[in-house]
């Protein structure tokens, strides 16, 4: 079960965290791997890891804000190596080199572009670039990964990322209802407080983080992959429009 064999995938952002997670992973199931970021040596690192476990991988180093681009890169890959069955929107601004906690109140209207840009826009460009080819070869997985923070409240200054996330959770559940005749489904991933100790900071203050998960942990990116894994195989073909929560228990639903 959920071998991804013969199956192609993107992932954004996947040149560290969460994302290079998520690609190890698919690959790891068999997936051939489409490595997205926009730093070049991160995207190269990611595949360097996916070959060495025995996998394929390649690089695509594009900004997902920026639709032309999104199209460009998918049309290559799709020409070079196989039509993409999987994209994984990935690509934040809510990791390792995120944001300041700002409330809206402290906000300016320019704040706010940036958060909706990369963690909404940034997903529709990507969608928009694959459903065709998905729709017309009658499979496709949309998984866009997004936060707690677009499904509760908090009080922390969270609000424009919330906003986006949020955005990005109604956008996956009516793209599902307007793709499930045509073999495509499109679920979000929810994630709580996720790991940094990838980029090597601030071992204490993970630990107290920690006591505020019910699990006991933050989350890895093996969970996140793990997830994503799933909602990608065969066999997650009737769960669509679903945000899957994958917080350590942080937010019950
Ligand atoms: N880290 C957390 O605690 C946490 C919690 C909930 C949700 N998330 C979400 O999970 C996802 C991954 O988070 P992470 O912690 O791995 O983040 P990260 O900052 O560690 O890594 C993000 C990667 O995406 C790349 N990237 C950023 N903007 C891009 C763009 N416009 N185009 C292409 N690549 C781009 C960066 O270069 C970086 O390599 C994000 O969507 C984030 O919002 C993270």
Known sequence: MFALDGRSAMVTGA???VGAGIARLLAAQGAIVAVNDLDPERAEHTCAEIRAAGGRAFTTVFDVTDPQAALLAVRTFERAVAP?????????NGGAEGFRPTRFRQSVPEDWQRFADVNLFGV????????DGMCA????????IASAAGVSGQSFGISLYGAAK????AFMRHLAMESARDGVTANTVALGL?????SGRDLAHTAEQAKHIPVGR??????????????ASDEAAWITGQT???????ITT
């Open 124 to 131: 529709m460009a990507c969608t928009k670039a694959v459903l």
């Open 166 to 169: 949020g955005g990005a959770i």
């Open 218 to 231: 933050l989350g890895t990116p093996q969970d996140a992959g793990a997830t994503c894994v799933f909602l």
């Open 244 to 250: 899957i929560q994958v917080n350590g228990g942080a």
């Open 194 to 198: 996720m790991d940094p100790r990838p």
């Open 137 to 144: 070869r009658r499979f496709g997985r949309v998984i866009t």
């Open 84 to 92: 993409i069955d999987i994209l994984v929107n990935n690509a934040g």
């Open 15 to 17: 040149g560290q965290g």
